[in-house]
């Protein structure tokens, strides 16, 4: 559980961020601005989220678009490193120093944390007025409030249990379709080898490894498993010979991916896929906002299958704005605006198209959307009446990020050290689960 007073300690480390932070992956230049001309101070809404890779940055691109035309004025707060570890680092320093941004990209229940040290602004009065609790999914609803108010507006739906495959490099390896179970899978991962290709591109961050691994732990042991484990941090569960079986698999996944993989960025990962260095990326669907702005079309170019064994199970993903408290009546107003343009139709089509995610608001029009997103769509739905729906864990939905983060080590610890045997590793990982 983490406090303001235990936020100081993040301060220097922040510092560090920012200091031998590396500069932001090329993105694509946003939108002009079309903001009119002087917007007064109060009305700049600064806005921290983490999204510098090149589908990313459209997407947010497009929030500033509408902010503009809204008559704000958009300060940027980007903090590159995918999965935003440095940038919730970087955001604790600033509320520390009393300057908090107008808005963050904070998510799950890390949300109820902020929230409980009185730092996060009442939205329900943008809420009501717009109909939030018509228009969203309960269980993403309940996220966003804290005793019951809502302090932070959703933006989309993102799937974590994704596969994606390059066509082109399936072919060439003889692999006929893609792998719907992990025996499968190892067999087509052969094949690419034995063509000369790389089966599996994989990057270098912890977070990268716990998204693969929840994957994994999800297709080898199922929906019930992964809630026991995952969400319960049941003991048992986590100590279980599912656990074992789990982490053989990870560690065979392991022995299919390049010796370049450490320090690698995820986009850069998934450019391999783009490329036809590499067969598969385990990763979410924001690898798709990728694809898409490389100008790569979904069942030609390239696959999106769910990992092997998670065909009925959707690990969700949702990410979200919080807003500070901020003193100004028109900052406050500014605020308010960016909340309801985030849960509009305009927003909500345009943004998601980008990112690769859904639009979080429920009953919007899907004809512009691919097929990866119809599907999503379509088993975001179906899951959620068979309980196949479940928060993702290495996406920070499922459980506090003091847990998350020390299993998010732990699982990096034995991914990185092919002598760690997978006892150790089953024990380790349960230890960091029990964390508090
Ligand atoms: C966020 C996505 C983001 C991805 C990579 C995830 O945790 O939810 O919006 O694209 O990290 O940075």
């Known amino acids: 559980m983490f406090t303001l007073s235990k936020l100081a300690i993040a301060v220097a480390a922040a510092s560090m961020i920012v200091a031998c932070g590396k500069k932001e992956e090329a993105a694509p230049a946003p939108a002009p601005a079309t903001s009119p001309v002087a917007v007064p101070a109060e009305s700049t809404v600064e806005v921290l989220h983490w999204w510098t890779a090149g589908g990313e940055a459209k997407s947010v691109a497009e929030l500033k678009r509408i902010m503009q035309e809204k008559g704000h004025a958009w300060k940027d707060f980007a903090v590159a490193g995918g999965g935003g570890d440095n940038a919730m680092t970087v955001l604790k320093s600033r ?5 908090p941004p107008a808005a963050a990209q904070i998510k799950g229940p890390a949300i109820q944390e902020w929230a409980a ?4 602004a009442n939205l329900d009065e943008t809420a009501k007025a717009e109909n939030w609790d018509t228009l969203l999914p309960a269980v ?3 996220v966003m409030k804290y005793n019951g108010n809502y302090v932070a507006v959703p933006v989309n739906v993102h799937r974590v249990n994704w596969m994606w495959a ?4 399936l072919k060439k390896a003889g692999v006929a379709s893609a792998p719907k179970t992990w025996d499968e899978f190892f067999a087509a991962a052969e094949k690419v080898k034995k063509a000369g290709l790389i089966p599996v591109a994989h990057g270098g961050q912890n977070w990268q490894d716990f998204t693969t691994f929840e994957s994994v732990a999800l297709g080898v042991g199922g929906t019930d498993f992964y809630k026991e484990a995952f969400i319960k941090l049941d003991q048992k569960a986590l100590t279980s010979a599912t656990m074992t079986k789990a982490l053989e698999t ?8 390049d010796a370049a993989a450490p320090g690698r960025d995820w986009n850069l990962a998934t450019a391999m896929v783009i490329q036809e260095k590499a067969a598969f990326q385990f990763m979410g669907d924001w690898a798709k906002g990728e694809f898409t702005a ?4 979904p069942g030609k170019d390239y696959i999106c299958a769910a990992a092997p064994g998670t065909a009925n199970a959707f690990t969700f993903n949702v990410d979200s704005f919080a807003m500070f408290k901020l003193k100004d009546a028109t900052a406050q107003k500014a605020q308010g605006d960016l909340a309801a343009a985030i849960m509009g139709t305009e927003f909500q089509e345009v943004f998601n198209l980008n990112k690769g995610s859904i639009p979080v608001r429920l009953n919007m029009d899907m004809t512009k959307f691919d097929d990866c997103a119809k599907l999503s ?4 739905v179906a899951t959620a009446s068979t309980g196949g729906l479940v928060p993702s864990i290495a996406h920070e939905m ?9 299993m998010k080590d732990a699982v990096s610890q034995f991914w990185n050290n092919d002598k760690m045997s997978v006892a150790d590793g089953v024990s380790s990982i349960a230890k960091a689960a029990a964390t508090r």
């Open 166 to 169: 390059n066509a082109a490099v």
């Open 95 to 99: 509320v520390v120093a009393g300057n």
């Open 117 to 120: 040290e009185g730092v996060l």
């Open 377 to 380: 769509s379509e088993d975001f």
């Open 250 to 257: 990870f560690r065979k996944v392991k022995s299919y991916t």
């Open 140 to 142: 993403v609803a309940d």
């Open 398 to 406: 499922a459980v506090p990020p003091a847990v998350s983060g020390a």
């Open 294 to 297: 490389a100008g790569k079309a």
